[in-house]
């Protein structure tokens, strides 16, 4: 096991970096470079390719013409649909004007290739009450080129009439590619307000690529603000995950692929983590290639940021205070992880009651043996390695 720590000699952000980069091993460095590059560049590539709303004469269909109400009694399920369905092979916009649209959940919205639903900023689309123990509000399945825009969308956990089950979702996007979901509110869903994965398994399988989550609030969903599994080149820049609770992990955002497939460069940048009864961002197996960058991860019951069994891990320019855990915890495994330019303060205000009561020096205050961290801020686990501190303030 190889664990750089330490703080280098800094004239400056960038020279404290450019520092603690020279003293990753070559292969890692050269990688950690890779990654930042393509996922600074990812977000710029994907606005060229997205699809441009009305541009080029491509139809546009009002969910109004088809007969839905919008008058928060009736079900507009297949108005809606209907006008989905209806756009030609080459795609165009659904637009869903001002009005509150209940759907059938047990059914869901099912969106297609080449297409943007746009909904006014005062439109929302609210699941009706079910039992199901897994439903979708909106579906982008085995879809490419898709943009979802502004409006609300609201779950059913506040009348749901079941008891079972954690997969309610809001926006659920699977086997898709070059997708954007922006400016849009998701709130009160059983499960998660997003998922993003794959469908199939093994050689069968079809990961989710090209997903940029932009300007999203996410917030008092029951399981998740936003799960993602097998995938690659997600992009989450500037949201809020706020406020979950309900069912276990409740966290702002789980990275949970396991042994359903990898999950690969994710970028999460200038989010908000506050509240979640959780952790703000937890990180699971088979997951490689995250930077989480200039985020506010405040006030969550969790850990701010986990990581287990993780590789590849950039956590740069964060503020992590006042979370109930520790701000940082990698353990089991993880590796090859920098750790730069963070404000880490005032956490573990209910670490004496976590099941961790063998490391004495969290209860006492101590600083952690050797390294010059407050074992209150983080936990680095001896089963770690590749592990890189420098410019954080504690």
């Not at 950690?32 to 600074?40: K, S």
């Not at 659920?172 to 922006?182: D, L, W």
Request: hydrophobic share 35%; net charge positive.
């Amino acid at each position: 096991m190889r664990r750089i720590l330490g703080r280098p000699p800094s004239d400056g952000a960038r020279a404290s970096r450019e520092t603690d980069l020279a003293l990753v091993a070559p292969s890692t460095r050269r990688t950690f470079l890779r990654r930042a590059l393509l996922l600074a560049l990812t977000p710029l590539l994907a606005s060229r390719t997205l699809p441009a709303d009305a541009a080029a004469g491509k139809s546009t269909i009002d969910v109004r013409e088809k007969g839905a109400k919008g008058d928060g009694k009736t079900d507009d399920t297949w108005a809606i649909q209907d006008a989905i369905d209806a756009l030609p092979e080459q795609g165009g916009t659904v637009l869903v004007p001002a009005g509150h649209y209940m759907v059938d959940a047990t059914r869901a919205l099912r969106l297609r290739s080449n297409m943007t639903l746009e909904l006014d900023p005062e439109a929302t689309i609210e699941a009706i009450p079910n039992a199901r123990r897994r439903s979708h509000v909106i579906k982008v399945w085995r879809a490419d080129n898709v943009v979802i825009h502004g409006g609300r969308v609201v779950g059913e956990r506040l009348g749901h009439t079941g008891s079972g089950g954690e997969w309610g979702y809001g926006i659920n996007i699977q086997a898709s590619h070059n997708v954007k979901v922006s400016g849009t509110h998701i709130s009160n869903c059983w499960g998660d307000g997003i998922w993003i994965g794959a469908l199939g398994k093994g050689v069968f399988q079809v990961v989710s690529t090209d997903v940029t989550i932009e300007n999203v609030v996410s917030t008092n969903n029951r399981r998740q603000g936003m799960s993602i599994g097998p995938c690659t080149r997600v992009r989450v820049i500037g949201c809020t995950f706020s406020d979950t609770h309900g069912t276990k992990p409740e966290s702002g955002i789980d990275l949970e692929p396991m042994a359903q497939g990898p999950t690969r460069d994710i970028l999460i940048q200038r989010c908000t983590f506050t509240r979640n009864k959780g952790c703000g961002v937890e990180i699971h197996h088979n997951v490689s290639g995250v930077v989480v960058r200039d985020c506010t991860i405040q006030e969550n019951a969790g850990y701010g940021v986990y990581g287990k069994n993780v590789g590849d891990l950039w956590i740069d320019g964060n503020q992590i205070i006042d979370n109930g855990l520790v701000g940082i915890a990698l353990v089991k495994g993880t590796h090859d992880v920098r750790i730069t330019g963070n404000t880490i303060r005032r956490n573990s205000a209910r670490y004496v009651h976590h099941v961790l009561k063998s490391i004495k020096s969290i209860a006492t205050g101590e600083r952690a043996k050797g390294d010059g961290r407050p074992a209150t801020e983080m936990r680095i686990d001896e089963t770690t390695s590749g592990i890189t501190l420098s410019d954080n303030t504690f």
